[in-house]
């Protein structure tokens, strides 16, 4: 049991993490999926988008620091409630062509109630964390399982965005999105 925590934990620091680093990467493109979601008056929006992407790092870097762990999944636990309430209250507006900002402008998604339940889902993790304390492993063995199942994790993960992306594009009529280097 304590693996799966050690592994969830891992998860969700990584998850946190690249979805601050694609913010930073594209601060207007974030800005503007703000924006799109019409909640925040317009003089916010900059500092709301500052003050996410600055949450997503802290979250994501207290979850593998032990002494912080508890406030990581505090964080995490009022981004990702604060993310299923702003898609759920767009898709009850009738407004589902948004995009979710979740990923940059390379892997556009659109909002549906599958991101609403995927964040409560992760919400419910974050919860288990919580209730739980998990810490990470001292020993270096559970460190490497670890380490090894989250990025078997982290590739599904990507995966799944990946194939629902392209989904989204072929159903759409557009050329799916290719990620990744190509090397010549």
Not at 81 to 110: E, H, S
Request: net charge positive.
């Amino acid at each position: 049991m304590t693996l799966l925590l050690n592994i969830a934990q891992l998860l969700l620091s990584y998850l946190f993490l690249n979805a601050a680093f694609s913010k930073i990467q594209n601060p207007a493109y974030f800005r503007q999926s703000i924006a799109d979601y019409q909640l925040l008056p317009v003089p916010l929006l900059k500092t709301g988008g500052y003050t996410l992407i600055g949450l997503e790092l802290l979250a994501g870097v207290f979850a593998l620091i032990p002494t912080t762990a508890i406030f990581s999944v505090l964080i995490m636990a009022a981004l990702l409630g604060t993310y299923a309430l702003a898609i759920a209250v767009n898709l009850v507006r009738g407004r589902r062509y948004l995009d979710c900002g979740c990923n940059g402008p390379n892997n556009r998604q659109a909002i549906t109630w599958f991101l609403v339940l995927r964040n409560l889902a992760l919400l419910m993790l974050v919860m288990i964390l919580l209730l739980l304390k998990a810490q990470l492993p001292t020993e270096l063995t559970a460190w490497v399982v670890a380490l090894l199942a989250s990025c078997f994790g982290i590739a599904l993960y990507h995966t799944i965005i990946q194939l629902r992306v392209n989904h989204q594009q072929i159903k759409a009529g557009q050329q799916p999105s290719q990620q990744g280097h190509h090397y010549e």
